[in-house]
Antibody, heavy 117, light 110 residues
C-alpha cells in the first residue's frame, strides 16, 4: 500500500524559511522520481518541483526557482523553502512520479503552509 | 498562471455525459502524454487518466481520455453525484522544463 505523508507545514513570517517532509512507504522509494505540487486557497494546482529517482536531477517551477530546494534520502522527500512570500501560502502535496516528465500516480494528503506577518 | 487552459465549469444532469477540454501547445501536450486528475471536495488530487487515454486500476470506464495535436479531452459518461469535483489536466513542458497543470474545471451534477 503506497503511502505518502507530508509534515512540516505551519505559519511562518515572510522572508523566513521552512522545511517540508514527505515520508514514503509501501514501495521502493529509490525507484521513483518525486514531485511537489501546491494549491493556494481556492486556487488550482501548481507544479513546484521534481527530483529524479537517484537525486541527480532537479527541476523547479519559475515561481520558486532559486528559493526552494527539493531533496531526498532513503525514504523521505524534502522541500526546503527559503525567502518565503505571502504568495507561497498553499497546501503542499508530495506525489510519486512514474517518470520525471510523466504522470503522478500517488499523492499525499498535503500540509498547509501559511506565510503571514 | 497555468499553461494549459480548461473551461471553468461544466454541468449536466445525472446519467448524462460531459466533456472537459484541455488546450496547450507543441511544447507540452503536443510533445508529451497528458494525465487527468480528480480532486473531490476537501481531498487530495487522484490520478484518473494517464498516457492520454489509460485508466488506472479501479477507475471505472465511464471516464475516458483522448488527445489530438495540442489538445486533450476528458469524458465522463453516466454522470453521478459522486463525480462532482474539480478536474485538472497535466503534462510536462519542454520549453519550461517543468510540469504544468490546467486551470481546472468544476463538474456539477444538476
Amino acid at each position: 500500500q503506497v503511502q505518502l505523508v507530508e509534515s512540516g507545514g505551519g505559519v511562518v513570517q515572510p522572508g523566513k524559511s521552512l522545511r517540508l517532509s514527505c515520508a514514503a512507504s509501501g514501495f521502493t522509494f529509490s525507484d521513483y522520481p518525486m514531485h511537489w505540487v501546491r494549491q493556494a486557497p481556492d486556487k488550482g494546482l501548481e507544479w513546484v518541483a521534481v527530483i529524479s529517482s537517484d537525486g541527480s536531477i532537479e527541476y523547479y517551477g519559475d515561481s520558486v526557482k532559486g528559493r526552494f530546494t527539493i531533496s531526498r534520502d532513503i525514504s523521505t522527500l524534502y522541500l526546503q523553502m527559503n525567502s518565503l512570500r505571502v504568495e507561497d501560502t498553499a497546501v503542499y502535496y508530495c506525489a510519486r512520479g512514474k517518470s520525471i516528465t510523466g504522470l503522478l500516480d500517488y499523492w499525499g494528503q498535503g500540509t498547509l503552509v501559511t506565510v503571514s506577518s | 498562471q497555468s499553461v494549459l487552459t480548461q473551461p471553468p465549469s461544466v454541468s449536466a444532469a445525472p446519467g448524462q455525459k460531459v466533456t472537459i477540454s484541455c488546450s496547450g501547445s507543441n511544447s507540452n501536450i503536443g510533445d508529451y502524454y497528458v494525465s487527468w486528475y480528480q480532486q473531490l471536495p476537501g481531498a487530495a488530487p487522484k490520478l484518473l487518466i494517464y498516457d492520454n487515454n489509460k485508466r488506472p486500476s479501479g477507475i471505472p470506464d465511464r471516464f475516458s481520455g483522448s488527445k489530438s495535436g495540442t489538445s486533450a479531452t476528458l469524458g465522463i459518461t453516466g454522470l453521478q453525484t459522486g463525480d462532482e469535483a474539480d478536474y485538472y489536466c497535466g503534462a510536462w513542458d519542454s520549453s519550461l522544463s517543468a510540469g504544468v497543470f490546467g486551470t481546472g474545471t468544476n463538474v456539477a451534477v444538476l
